[in-house]
């Protein structure tokens, strides 16, 4: 993964430090036993084995093996002591999916490109999207191992019509100076449209053209048909390498590191609308 991780990405690395830091007695005690574990093993492999580069390779071989089973039962039993993470490797499994399925797509040129994670106001917008005959699309990766029932479906729905609004709020912040306009709406010039791509079991459940709320949910495999079907706003491809190149300018302003709860302002957006402190002004006798 690149600098810009997912939000669910992030949130599994806060949740696993945190939970390391909690239970350091537990790690020490297991670094104590890979510690005997090597100085039990390996005096035997060294005495056992002819002189020769075989046995480093074996010693290698043993060291590796034994050092990736401890990370492994670290992860695993993580995941078994905390739900939420559970789902933050699923949310991080469909947003990186929905990746690789816009990559066979740029390839494909259904559309011009894409700008992941972008930090706002209210939460990270997943993937916005400028399409060759769509406009743009905000695009919601959801992964569910279970069938999605009314209420959730509401929910997802809700969720993605408010990371559409976030985007034209990005969007209207790039436009309007190129046009000499103030404030425009994005509207009048491109077309948002919320989308959500399920992945994971739940996305054979889904029922041809679900729709909820206004919001499409397409399957995750049915995403290049999508893809390929709109006809609709078309965007040139200088304006659509120009407005890119500002998206990703805004996602590097306003970038942190750190997870930011969705109604929550991120650091970076903070230190950027802090007002300066003004100069000390001189006492007056």
Do not use: Y
């Given at each position: 993964m690149g600098k810009f991780d997912p939000y669910s990405r992030r949130e599994l690395r806060r949740r696993r430090r945190a939970w390391l830091l909690e239970r350091k007695t537990m790690l020490a005690l297991q670094l104590a036993?890979?510690?005997?574990?090597?100085?039990?093993?390996?005096?035997?492999?060294?005495?056992?084995?002819?002189?020769?580069?075989g046995r480093w390779y074996v010693l290698g071989v043993?060291?590796?093996?034994?050092?990736?089973?401890?990370?492994?039962?670290?992860?695993?039993?993580?995941?078994?002591?905390?739900?939420?993470?559970?789902?933050?490797?699923?949310?991080?499994?469909?947003?990186e999916m929905t990746r690789y399925g816009l990559q066979t797509a740029k390839r494909r040129r259904?559309?011009?490109?894409?700008?992941?994670?972008?930090?706002?106001?209210?939460?990270?917008?997943?993937?916005?999207?400028?399409?060759?005959?769509?406009?743009?699309v905000v695009m919601d990766s959801k992964w569910r191992t279970r069938r999605i029932d009314p209420d959730e479906a509401d929910r997802i729905a809700e969720s993605a019509r408010r990371a559409a609004t976030r985007a034209e709020g990005v969007l209207r912040t790039k436009l309007p100076r190129e046009r000499g306009t103030h404030r425009a709406p994005v509207r009048s010039s491109l077309t948002v449209t919320p989308l959500v791509v399920v992945w994971g079991p739940a996305q054979d459940e889904l029922p041809p053209d679900a729709e909820r709320g206004g919001v499409r949910f397409v399957p995750g495999r049915a995403l290049q048909t999508w893809l390929r079907a709109l006809d609709g706003e078309a965007m040139s491809q200088e304006a659509a390498t120009d407005l890119l190149a500002k998206l990703r300018e805004f996602r590097l302003d306003t970038w942190s590191p750190l997870p930011v709860p969705p109604g929550t302002r991120s650091p970076a957006s903070l230190r950027r609308s802090r007002p300066a402190t003004p100069p000390p002004t001189a006492a007056r006798g």
């Open positions: 036993v890979a510690v005997a574990l090597f100085a039990f093993v390996t005096p035997i492999v060294w005495f056992t084995l002819p002189i020769g580069d043993l060291h590796t093996v034994v050092v990736a089973a401890w990370l492994h039962v670290l992860h695993e039993t993580h995941l078994a002591s905390d739900a939420k993470a559970i789902q933050h490797v699923r949310g991080a499994n469909g947003e259904r559309i011009w490109g894409w700008v992941d994670s972008i930090q706002t106001t209210g939460g990270d917008i997943d993937h916005l999207v400028l399409t060759r005959t769509g406009g743009v």
